[in-house]
């Protein structure tokens, strides 16, 4: 079961040293190569798919559009982020080298007509999984970086407004000079399996009833990613880990989580839900999972999501939808 994990598929150079320059971000828009990517209210700016640039895609895509799409003056308060450039051999449509820009526009960015026919507003969580991989990293970056610059426009320290700095990655103070720059919070994500391999699932009450995923928290201040883990799946479902084996993780700027995904092993065949924010937990052997995913006793999360990525690994192979085929 334990196999390393592969190098993941980077979509995007985000060229770190050389957006730090000054003047960096100004130069790349001035050349007109540059292509951008459009959020507005913490969406993306997204292409439905029969308005793809490659028409024949059967999936959503990031509307990229070029400096001349672009209105003469963006809306007062929009923020530029440089985003990196497309690496080749990743599969997206882009070709290789062309520089992505994110424009996050301001809440009251007034009229948009310029936005093209065919493209809306879309949040990741309703869309995410229908964007084809190469596109949804990108979402998921413009996202996170978007959501820091939303929430932080004033000084921690004294209050004062703080400028944007080093291509959209760092804001300063104006009055103190304190440097800031975007935050994560790390979250444990656990696929509970017992000592006869069934996994434990839980249901949330925030959740219809017959959704079923992984036990996720917060790792707290001075805490382990894997203390955290063993602390949460204790006070949430009531079982002991005797032993966490990591998967992978997945950047979730829903508002800024870094999810830290595990295999978490018990000996206990016991759960007890804590009934505050899990409503049930329960047991599935691989073909009762299969089974029940089948007739739709239990739904589990998305494809697009690390806690389906968690259930997949301890599953061997991918669980089938309703109505797919082997
Ligand atoms: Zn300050």
């Not at 932080?152 to 103190?176: I, L």
């Not at 001075?222 to 063993?230: I, K, L, P, Y």
């Not at 007890?272 to 073909?287: C, H, Q």
């Not at 009762?288 to 997949?312: D, H, K, P, T, Y």
Request: charge should be negative; include cysteine; glycine fraction near 8%.
């Amino acid at each position: 079961m334990t196999k390393p994990n592969t190098s993941p598929d980077v979509v995007l150079d985000r060229q770190c040293e050389q957006r730090n320059e000054q003047g960096f971000l100004e130069t790349v828009m001035s050349t007109g190569t540059y292509r951008a990517v459009i959020f507005h209210n913490r969406k993306a700016l997204i292409s439905e798919p029969e308005h793809s640039p490659d028409h024949n895609s059967p999936d959503y895509s990031v509307t990229y559009l070029s400096p001349t799409q672009l209105p003469r003056d963006l809306p007062a308060g929009t923020q530029t982020v440089y985003l990196g450039k497309v690496l080749p051999g990743q599969g997206h449509p882009l070709a290789a080298g062309t520089p992505l820009i994110l424009f996050a526009l301001p809440h009251d960015a007034g009229e948009l007509g310029w936005v093209p026919d065919g493209s809306s507003f879309m949040g990741y969580r309703d869309v995410g999984q229908q964007l084809r991989a190469a596109d949804a990293q990108i979402v998921i970056q413009a996202q996170a970086v978007a959501n820091w610059h939303a929430t932080h426009t004033f000084c921690p320290r004294c209050g004062n407004p703080m400028e944007p700095m080093k291509a959209g990655w760092m804001r300063r103070c104006v009055q103190d000079g304190s440097e800031h720059f975007p935050r994560t919070d790390p979250a444990a994500i656990v696929a509970i399996v017992g000592a006869d391999e069934r996994i434990l699932l839980a249901n949330n009450f925030q959740w219809d009833q017959k959704r079923y995923s992984t036990v996720a928290g917060f790792v707290e201040a001075g805490e382990s990613a894997e203390a955290g883990a063993v602390r949460e799946i204790a006070e949430e479902v009531g079982v002991r880990l005797h032993a966490l084996h990591y998967v992978a993780s997945q950047a979730w700027p829903f508002p800024r989580s870094l999810m830290l995904g595990y295999i978490g092993y018990t000996n206990d065949t016991v759960a007890t839900p804590d009934l505050t924010e899990v409503r049930a937990a329960k047991w599935f052997s691989r073909a009762e999972l299969q089974g029940a995913v089948l007739n739709g006793e239990a739904v589990i999360s998305s494809r697009a999501s690390i806690a389906r990525e968690l259930i997949e690994h301890w599953y061997g192979g991918k669980i089938l939808e309703p109505g797919e085929q082997a």
